[in-house]
């Protein structure tokens, strides 16, 4: 009884401190709002710079063979399984300006396709033997990813237009199968299994300012003088941060699928995920309320937490996989030690694989027993330091 | 010391070489008002700490009726303890928290609601029963943070300045108060204010450096022998002030 006590004093107090709980139920379902406009609802057409210098060349048969523009239209012509195209070629007037673009990031690639290009070609459909080649320029910055695939696909564009120009056949043929759902996948939907996480990572500010609050006021003093367990107050205080948790992530589904996303898999699956992280967020935040005196410094403090929380876990942008030890055939490094890092492959795979929680055991188990742990050490951190006697 | 509410004997608390309480005894009688008077850092502050089982002690015992004061929940239930600074929750009502602390001491929701609907009343908050404690002014929110002391219903009432802050207005009806609390409970306050406790205390101890200085009525300490030379000098009755300045001297403290 207690407990509930707690619960529904917490809850008015929250509920009247309507700023932070507006922020802390409207941060993340904003930023699907600026994912969505950011990324469109659709992959990204890599932007490719092309220069043509290709002067065409005439056939057997009087017509003129302009394999350059051949190639642009091939390379636009790619398309995804939506039907989007892939790359955006644009067409620049000389390599410089291409150059200049790549330097400010306009474009992904530069490709300077030859003035020799048709007449190459043609020799080569004439004579195969002959030795003719035409060099194609791709220029890029190699440390933008973006740059990969662009290049990847403009260059696998050309290939085939050549092959099929030139009438030789390729030795290799391949074939793409998508993994799950994922040739549906959005850069949008995608992004969408972080922001969901990051619905409850934001919790950490609430969470540990509740705390603080208790503390700065003296009111943490009042209550371990009454009949109050600790127990009593984590339960009440909890099940509020938790109630919170679930209304964050169901607005942030709900602003998701307003703007289009949709889940290959069960979406309760991925809403209980994120209520079992939401406990590891709330423990963390009864560490950093325990540990202050002031909600002001609550709030200083939970920053640090917080970014730890956003930015190595894989819930704002993929990481690269860190693994020290294998276990269960799974590669465990230093990132899996905070529980977003499994909350957000659990969800990528039932939203984007369309798995449901069998599937993704490993990560539940592995979310299940961090949470636990830092949900007890929070507690074990406040109730040394505030409700030692309660 | 054998029908004592509270009896305290050589009590001691150390901070390292620091003696903040160093051998204090007295005695506090049932339905009396006690007064803890002393100049800042002279330990009363630790004194009631340690009387409501918040602060262990090195040294000495605390009997309340009887029954040794541990640090410890069960003890801490009897002693209902008004801090000095106000500790109210600003998001709540006046009401709400009344009754959320009486649901915290285990009282029934509808025993918490009459105890608390009666404090109100008896404080002069009804008619602000259903505002946000962080919309009261300075006099309410003291007088709501006495009511919070009260509301499991004690035995021991330890009030830490509780007349701090208030206007003549709201001091009158708060020391009104604790007068009508003395009827069923007793009460034990600490205040820098010598005129009101004067007025309100049946005994007052003195203390200073952590040591008890002298311990009477204040009519006894105003008319003692000890305070004789202050009447002659003064060629009026003393003071309970002039008798505080006289015992614990006129440096500043920290």
């Known amino acids: 009884m207690k407990a509930l006590a707690v619960f529904r004093k917490t809850l008015r107090e929250t509920g009247r401190d309507r700023w932070v709980v507006a922020l802390t139920l409207a941060f993340a379902p904003c930023f699907v709002i600026i994912y969505f ?17 290709d002067r065409g060349a005439a056939e057997a048969d009087g017509t003129r063979l ?4 051949d190639i642009v239209a091939s390379i636009a012509a790619a398309k995804r399984a939506s039907g989007r195209p892939v790359v955006e070629v644009v067409a620049v007037d000389s390599a ?3 150059r200049r673009r790549l330097r400010d990031h306009d474009v992904a690639a530069l490709v300077v396709l030859p003035a020799d290009l048709s007449a190459s070609l043609l020799r080569l459909r004439v004579d195969p033997a002959s030795s003719a080649s035409a060099a194609v320029h791709l ?5 933008n990813p973006k740059y990969i695939i662009a290049g990847t ?4 564009a050309t290939d085939a237009y050549v092959s099929e120009a030139t009438g030789r056949g390729g030795p290799l043929r391949v074939v793409e199968t998508p993994l799950g759902a994922s040739a549906e996948r959005s850069d949008f939907d995608l992004a969408m299994a972080g922001l969901f996480v990051f619905a409850v990572v934001m919790l950490v500010y609430l969470a540990s300012m509740t705390v603080a609050r208790e503390v700065e006021s003296g009111a943490m003093r009042r209550l371990r003088q009454s009949r109050m367990r600790a127990l009593d107050y984590l339960v009440g205080v909890s099940a509020v941060l938790v109630l919170v948790a679930v209304a964050a992530v169901l607005l942030t589904f709900a602003a998701a699928w307003a703007f289009g996303f949709t889940s290959q898999g069960p979406v309760w699956a991925a809403i209980a995920v994120t209520a079992v992280t939401a406990m590891s967020v709330i423990g963390i935040g009864l560490m950093v309320g325990a540990c202050t005196r002031t909600v002001a410094q609550a709030f200083v403090v939970a920053n640090f937490p917080l970014g730890l929380l956003m930015f190595l876990t894989g819930l704002m942008f993929p990481l690269p996989p860190v693994h020290l030890v294998t276990i269960a055939g799974h590669g465990v490094g230093p990132f899996d030690l905070l529980p977003p890092t499994h909350a957000v492959v659990a969800i990528n795979q039932i939203c984007t694989m369309g798995v449901g929680l069998g599937d993704v055991w490993f990560e539940l188990v592995a979310l299940v027993v961090l949470t636990g742990g830092y949900f007890a050490a929070g507690a074990a951190v406040l109730h040394r330091r505030h409700l030692r006697g309660a | 010391m054998g029908d004592a509410m509270l009896a305290v004997t050589g009590l001691v608390k150390r901070y ?15 339905g009396e008002v006690f007064g803890l008077l002393g100049p800042n850092g002279a330990g009363k502050t630790t004194t009631i700490r340690m009387i409501c089982g918040e602060l262990r002690r090195d040294g000495g015992t605390i009997l309340l009726h009887g029954t040794a004061v541990e640090a410890g929940r069960t003890d801490r239930v009897r002693v209902g303890l008004c801090p000095q600074e106000i500790v109210v929750w600003d998001k709540l009502t006046c009401f709400e928290q009344l009754r959320f602390l009486g649901e915290m001491y285990g009282l029934p929701g509808r025993v918490a609601t009459a105890r608390g609907e009666r404090l109100l009343a008896d404080l002069g908050l009804a008619d602000r029963a259903r505002s946000l404690a962080g919309t009261l002014s ?21 009030l830490d300045e509780p007349g701090a802050g208030l206007d003549p207005q709201s001091r009158v009806r708060v020391r009104e108060f604790i007068r009508s609390l003395a009827q069923h409970r007793t009460v034990l306050l600490t205040t820098h204010e010598m005129d009101e406790a004067a007025r309100v205390c049946d005994q007052v101890a003195i203390i200073d450096r952590g040591r008890l200085l002298a311990c009477a009525s204040p009519a006894e300490l105003t008319g003692g022998d000890d305070v004789r030379h202050l009447a002659r000098a003064r060629a ?4 309970l002030e002039d008798v505080f300045l006289s015992l614990t001297g006129r440096a500043l403290r920290q």
């Open chain 1, 153 to 156: 696909l403009a260059m696998a």
């Open chain 1, 66 to 69: 302009h394999a350059g523009d």
């Open chain 1, 139 to 143: 220029e890029g910055d190699l440390t």
């Open chain 1, 96 to 98: 410089e300006d291409g």
């Open chain 1, 37 to 53: 406009f950011a990324f469109s609802d659709t992959m990204p057409a890599y932007q490719l710079a092309v220069v043509n210098l």
């Open chain 2, 236 to 239: 009026a009755t003393p003071s």
């Open chain 2, 138 to 158: 300075g006099g309410m929110r003291r007088r709501l943070n006495i009511a919070l002391a009260l509301v499991h219903d004690p035995e021991l009432v330890v």
């Open chain 2, 16 to 30: 390292g070489a620091l003696a903040a309480v160093d051998g204090l005894s007295f005695a506090v009688r049932p």
